[in-house]
């Protein structure tokens, strides 16, 4: 029994060295890359549809049917009150020649608004279509893309780059459009953590030269903070030669499926 025991022990021992688990590669086998979809919110509020005005006019008319007076409207009919006392001879408490009535004011008001123009809600940008303007479609949202210029041709797609060792994705993310756009574009990134993901596995060839199986790409979503830009405030990184502020149906039209996908996962419609 004495015997037995010692035989297990060792082949217990021992059989660490014929273990058949292995090593995890401390070096990933896909590229790890964070895009940056960065949005200009809408500035103005876009026009109602038929349905919307009439519920308008619906909700307006209840409002002014069931509201109280307000002080315009008291002090009109105090007004009223103090001229059917002028005419009856009496004197009210506070009377004045000099007094300013409710219509005085109404006249007035009527006057301000006959100089009054509203801005107009179509822009420059919007008559030459200048799609590297913020200053257009300023009802909808506009996304920003880039035309990366590559051995292979060109085509738009969203900032990004691949991450570095240290860094966060939301890091990453950052340093996307710090590289590709400059340091004079302001803005925020949206929490810590991605809105929406997709991945691309490479060519043979591209597999073979980079070492990698393919690319993970994850979404973030950032705003623009500095309001209206010049054309010239965006400094294009290096492979990139185009950029354009894109409405939901522009980026449909312009950006590849693969990315197009995932970002309707994570916008909502410009309607």
Known sequence: MLKFSRF??????????FSTVTKPSLEPSWHLVSAV????????????????QKLKEML???????????????????????????KSGESAEGDSDAIITALDMEDRWRKDA???SAADRLTEADRKNDLRSTKRKLDKPLR????YKTDNGEYWDLPQVIREDGETMRQTAERAILNLCGANLQFQVLGNAPLSFFKIKYSKNYQSYTGKTGAKVFIFKASLTSGYLGNDAIQLGEGIVD?????????KRDVHPHTTKPLLNMLHSDD
């Open 243 to 251: 950029l354009q502020w894109s409405t939901l149906e522009e980026l």
């Open 37 to 52: 979809c960065l949005e200009r919110l809408p500035v103005i509020t876009p026009e109602l549809d038929v349905t919307q």
């Open 144 to 147: 920003l893309l880039l035309k």
């Open 60 to 86: 307006t008319k209840s409002e002014y049917e069931l509201s109280m007076l307000n002080d315009h409207e008291i002090k009109h009919r105090q007004d009223l009150v103090r001229l059917e006392k002028r």
């Open 114 to 116: 006959e100089t009054f």
């Open 8 to 17: 297990v022990r060792r082949a217990g021992r021992s059989s660490v060295g």
